[in-house]
């Protein structure tokens, strides 16, 4: 079996790519800054992901693993050198402040390794992260290193649900049952790993789309709505149980299967898009999980931009001359979204962010929100999202 390298041993790194590879016969090596999370795995070589459903748990014992801490420059190299596949899983504003360190493994693992290339899987759910990472590491990588031959840069549709983790233990983690690693087989240099959680699709556009307009968008839904109809509720299952939180969903994961038909019909059918929609809709029915409507819906200044799920998709549906009423809906009730945390908190940055719009007008805080102008917002959106707006 091989070695995979895991850099970020956060939720999606240890609860779904280390925990999938891991129990797939390779070994696993996390690289990460929290020191007392790397000593935690080095001593006990093991963790354990609970999956939790409406009918049953299921302990998932993660073997065979250690950990590097990220600031110790030597390890992280040659954990690299010796890689099989390395995975990114750390978030994309900290791509460019690890980028350094990357390029300086790749040409360490030159030397000692020559030709052998290195599929790097990008698990960070962007549109053009091989872009991106190339971009990157062509400023700190000489002009004679075949970058192209030696790295494949593959990007995912990463949809595995992990709520927040209230344990102490911190080798218990939770998360949803779903285990299905989609990815882009055309990124590939070496051999795809013949794993049954991994589906690997061409174009990977569509699918990072698909995550976006219809799983982003309809969880964001059902949280927006949701806290609108019930701003008491705590719990995502609980608001989605009213049937009509659960209808102005399934509508607004609807425009969005549209657009997708719209924008790739040689990739989807309708059929494949209204399973995918209702298989999501019971995943997000699952109260064992206990996702919370302000952790779903927090941080409005990125989910409200233009180039994200709600408007992204607005934007996208005018483009394409697709509906778009279900989403502009809950666009306008995302705009009063002020779900609290469990000790009665806003999210700081929410707070933040509520606090800048509300002296501003309907069609200012459309804009605001959507960092746009509004000679730049089609006036049609603006419209649409204002007429469903109450202004408090």
């Known amino acids: 079996m091989g070695r995979l390298v895991q850099w970020g041993a956060g939720n999606i790194g240890r609860s779904f790519i280390g925990q999938v590879f891991a129990r797939n016969g390779w070994s696993v090596t996390f690289i990460d800054i929290d020191r007392e999370l790397v000593d935690l795995l080095n001593r006990t070589h093991s963790y354990v992901v609970r999956t939790v459903g409406e009918e049953k748990s299921e302990d998932l014992h993660v073997v065979g693993i250690d950990a590097v801490d990220g600031n110790d420059r030597q390890r992280v190299i040659e954990s690299i050198v010796y890689a099989d596949i390395l995975s990114f899983s750390v978030g994309k504003h900290v791509l460019p402040r690890i980028a350094p360190l990357f390029a300086e493994a790749l040409l360490s693992r030159w030397k000692v390794r020559g030709e052998t290339p290195l599929d790097v899987i990008l698990a960070e759910n962007m549109h053009d992260g091989a872009l991106l990472v190339r971009s990157l590491l062509e400023v700190h990588l000489p002009k004679e290193y075949p970058l192209s031959r030696l790295v494949g840069l593959i990007q995912t549709s990463i949809g595995k649900m992990v709520p927040i983790q209230e344990s102490r233990d911190r080798l218990m983690m939770i998360a949803e049952p779903f285990n299905t690693l989609v990815l882009d087989r055309d990124g590939f240099l070496g051999a795809i790993p013949d794993f049954p959680q991994i589906e690997a699709v061409s174009p990977i556009e569509a699918y990072v789309d698909r995550k976006l307009y219809m799983h982003n968008l309809g969880h964001a839904v059902a949280a927006y709505v949701g806290y609108d109809a019930h701003p008491q509720t705590r719990y995502l299952a609980e608001v989605i149980g009213d049937e009509r939180v659960l209808s102005?969903?399934?509508?607004?994961?609807?425009?969005?299967?549209?657009?997708?038909?719209?924008?790739?019909?040689?990739?989807?059918?309708?059929?494949?898009?209204?399973?995918?929609?209702?298989?999501?809709?019971?995943?997000?029915?699952?109260?064992?999980?206990?996702?919370?409507?302000?952790?779903?819906?927090?941080?409005?200044?990125?989910?409200?931009?233009?180039?994200?799920?709600?408007?992204?998709?607005?934007?996208?549906?005018?483009?394409?001359?697709?509906?778009?009423?279900?989403?502009?809906?809950?666009?306008?009730?995302?705009?009063s979204f002020a779900s609290v945390d469990e000790t009665g908190k806003l999210f700081e940055p929410d707070r933040k962010f509520l606090q800048a719009i509300a002296p501003l007008s309907p069609v200012d805080r459309i804009c605001y929100a959507a960092g746009m102008s509004a000679g730049l917002l089609p006036q049609e959106i603006i419209a649409t999202i204002a007429a469903q707006m109450h202004v408090r």
């Open 248 to 335: 102005a969903t399934r509508s607004a994961m609807g425009e969005g299967a549209r657009i997708l038909l719209a924008a790739y019909p040689e990739v989807f059918t309708p059929e494949l898009l209204t399973d995918y929609r209702e298989d999501l809709l019971h995943r997000f029915s699952n109260r064992a999980l206990g996702d919370t409507v302000h952790r779903v819906g927090r941080d409005l200044a990125r989910k409200l931009r233009h180039d994200d799920r709600l408007m992204g998709a607005m934007l996208a549906a005018h483009r394409l001359g697709v509906s778009y009423d279900a989403v502009a809906h809950a666009y306008a009730k995302a705009l």
